[in-house]
């Protein structure tokens, strides 16, 4: 079981804005730098965030972080075909000492 | 352009030691601000950290794996390595060696190895 919560699925229709949460506590996310990761189909996952909001070079800027309390958020705008991937957060937990990555996001652009 | 590429056995018996080397090109392991570390995915599961070690020895791991993982690097041979004791068929995973950065006390994990499956069945 997961610390850090994510919705199994989301999904949109080309070029619409879809929205990622991570909802975790205040010993990870609230007192951590959050990262997301993407996994294309078949592949290993790649860092797309870092520092909360922080693009990776080569990162198209049509992906963006956020983070509040002890939730955090990926934005996809301009939701395109290749996005199809699943996506995990994740971040340092101070409590259990171990980096914890979220369930995972599956996105289905239709 | 720093490059990962793990290498073992895909097949091991159970209660047996899965054993996987990753090999460093285009950096050096030792020293900066970088971890080298282990990550695993069950088939069709989401992303569990095994654990991390820097080049002077210092390492992290997942609480739940502790008692089964030894994490090694060689220096002069570029290369870290993944020892996991008494594996079942729990153990059946792909298995990516990356990059961590350092930094309370880890961070982001960049890049990743393109992973290796190793299965546990007798």
């Known amino acids: 079981q997961s610390v850090l919560t994510q919705p199994p699925s989301a999904s949109g229709t080309p070029g619409q804005r879809v929205t990622i949460s991570c909802s975790g506590s205040?010993?990870?996310?609230?007192?951590?730098?959050v990262n997301w990761y993407q996994q294309l189909p078949g592949t290993a996952p790649k860092l797309l965030i870092y520092s909360n909001n922080q693009r990776p070079s080569g990162v198209p800027d049509r992906f963006s972080g956020s983070k509040s309390g002890t939730s955090a958020s990926l934005a996809i705008s301009g939701l395109q075909s290749e996005d199809e991937a699943d996506y995990y957060c994740?971040?340092?937990?101070?409590?259990?000492?171990?980096?914890?990555f979220g369930t995972g996001t599956k996105v289905t652009v239709l | 352009q720093l490059q990962l590429q793990e290498s073992g056995p895909g097949l091991v018996k159970p209660s047996e030691t899965l054993s996987l080397t990753c090999t460093v090109s285009g950096a050096s392991i030792s020293g900066s601000s970088y971890y080298w570390g282990w990550i695993r995915q069950p088939p069709g599961k989401g992303l569990e950290w095994i654990g991390s070690i820097y080049s002077s020895g210092s390492m992290y791991y997942n609480p739940s794996l502790k008692s089964r993982v030894t994490i090694s690097v060689d220096t002069p041979k570029n290369q870290f390595s993944l020892k996991l004791s008494s594996v079942t068929a729990a153990d059946t995973a792909v298995y990516y060696c990356a990059r961590q950065l350092a930094g309370r006390p880890l961070d982001a994990i960049d890049p990743w190895g393109q992973g290796t499956l190793v299965t546990v069945s007798s």
């Open positions: 205040s010993s990870n996310i609230g007192s951590n730098t």
């Open positions: 994740a971040a340092w937990d101070d409590s259990l000492y171990n980096y914890v």
